[in-house]
C-alpha cells in the first residue's frame, strides 16, 4: 500500500471515529485520546499531525459533507429555475431540507446532523447554500417585520437542525420507529414556512 493511500485511510478513520464520538457524546466531552482510540491509532499525535486540533477535525468533517450538500442544492436550483419556481417559498425550502434529509442515509450522515446541531461549525456558506438562503431571506423579508425577522431566521435554523438531529437519533438508535421520511420532511418544511411566514 502507498504512502498516500494509508494517510487517506487514517485521515478517514480519524475523521468516521470523530464523527460518531462528537455526536454521541458532544463535541466538548470528547478527547483527541478517546478519538485516536477509536480510530485504532496508538500515538494520540496522530489525530493532531492529519488536522492540527480538535477544532480542524471538527472543520474537516463539516467540509466534507457540506461540499455535498451545496452540490446536491445548486443541482436543485437550478432545475428551480429552469421551471420557474426559483421564487416560491415553499421550493425554496424544500431544496434547504431535502438535501440535509439525505444526510440520514448513512451512520456518517447522521453523526454530521447531530453534530451540526450543537451549533459549534461557522464556516462560510458554500456558493449555492449562500445563493438559497439569500433567497428565502428576501422573500421572508416581505412577509414579516424588520424587528422579527432575525429572531425568526434564528429560530428556523434551530428548527432545521434540532429537527434533523433529534430524526437522526431516532433512526440510529432504532428504539422506535420514527414514521415515514417523506412525512417529515414534508412537515419540516412546512413548519419552517409557517415560521418565517408569520
Avoid: C, W
Wanted: aromatic share 6%; charged share 25%; no cysteine.
Amino acid at each position: 500500500m502507498s504512502e498516500t493511500k494509508n494517510t487517506d485511510s487514517t485521515q478517514e478513520k480519524i475523521i468516521r471515529a470523530g464523527e460518531e464520538l462528537f455526536a454521541a457524546h458532544g463535541f466538548g466531552r470528547v478527547t483527541l485520546r478517546q478519538i485516536a482510540r477509536e480510530a485504532g491509532q496508538r500515538n494520540v499525535s496522530a489525530v493532531q499531525y492529519h488536522f492540527k486540533s480538535k477544532q480542524g477535525l471538527l472543520i474537516a468533517i463539516a467540509k466534507g459533507h457540506r461540499d455535498g450538500i451545496d452540490a446536491r442544492r445548486a443541482e436543485l436550483l437550478d432545475k428551480a429555475t429552469t421551471e420557474g419556481t426559483d421564487e416560491d417559498l415553499s421550493t425554496l425550502l424544500s431544496i434547504l431540507v431535502v438535501p440535509l434529509a439525505a444526510k440520514l442515509d448513512s451512520a456518517s450522515g447522521r453523526a454530521y446532523l447531530q453534530i451540526q446541531a450543537q451549533g459549534l461549525t461557522n464556516l462560510e456558506m458554500r456558493p449555492a447554500t449562500r445563493d438559497l438562503v439569500d433567497r428565502i431571506t428576501r422573500y421572508s423579508r416581505t412577509l414579516t417585520s424588520a424587528s422579527d425577522a432575525p429572531y425568526q431566521s434564528r429560530f428556523a435554523l434551530l428548527l432545521l437542525f434540532h429537527a434533523l438531529a433529534d430524526r437522526a437519533n431516532l433512526e440510529s438508535n432504532g428504539k422506535r420507529h420514527p414514521g415515514d421520511r417523506g412525512e417529515f420532511v414534508a412537515a419540516l418544511s412546512h413548519s419552517l414556512r409557517g415560521l418565517l411566514s408569520t
